[in-house]
């Protein structure tokens, strides 16, 4: 059997404003991240304590945090394909399923999102 690893961050409420609202638009009060990360088996099996074994995924949630806040985005999409752009670099990742949704969508309720799933060849050819 091959071992396979992940990362997994849930439900992160992003400050970010993303969209135009008319005057009887439900606006969003968050937009929430899911993101999971497939990784080298390696960085999670370790032999030994010690942050220079992982993959250390600190800076990565501060660029996430520094892209959601970069301005204002039209689109959810735009926002998610520039973090699939920011995981690319990193060899370590060898594929990416990133969800955001807003909530609510219509009279305080529902949610609403897009999810993105990029495999190894789909993230080699972003680097």
Same mark, same amino acid.
């Given at each position: 059997?091959?071992?396979?690893?992940?990362?997994?961050?849930?439900?992160?409420?992003?400050?970010?404003?993303?969209?135009?609202?008319?005057?009887?638009?439900?606006?969003?009060?968050? &937009?929430?991240?899911?993101?999971? +990360?497939? *990784?080298?088996?390696? /960085?999670?099996? @370790?032999?030994?304590?010690?942050?220079?074994?992982?993959?250390?995924?600190?800076?990565?949630?501060?660029?996430?945090?520094?892209?959601?806040?970069?301005?204002?985005?039209?689109?959810?999409?735009?926002?998610?394909?520039?973090?699939?752009?920011?995981?690319?670099? &990193?060899?370590?990742?060898?594929? +990416?399923? *990133?969800?955001?949704? /807003?909530?609510? @969508?219509?009279?305080?309720?529902?949610?609403?999102?897009?999810?993105?799933?990029?495999?190894?060849?789909?993230?080699?050819?972003?680097?």
């Amino acid at each position: 059997m091959v071992a396979t690893a992940t990362i997994e961050l849930k439900d992160l409420v992003l400050q970010t404003v993303i969209g135009t609202y008319g005057e009887n638009d439900t606006v969003p009060e968050a &937009h929430v991240l899911d993101m999971t +990360l497939s *990784i080298a088996s390696e /960085k999670v099996f @370790v032999s030994e304590d010690g942050m220079s074994q992982v993959f250390d995924y600190d800076p990565l949630i501060a660029e996430i945090d520094h892209l959601a806040r970069d301005g204002h985005y039209e689109t959810q999409e735009w926002l998610v394909s520039r973090i699939a752009k920011a995981c690319a670099p &990193h060899p370590e990742i060898t594929g +990416l399923d *990133i969800g955001l949704h /807003k909530r609510p @969508v219509k009279d305080g309720s529902g949610t609403l999102g897009i999810r993105l799933r990029l495999d190894a060849q789909d993230l080699e050819s972003l680097r």
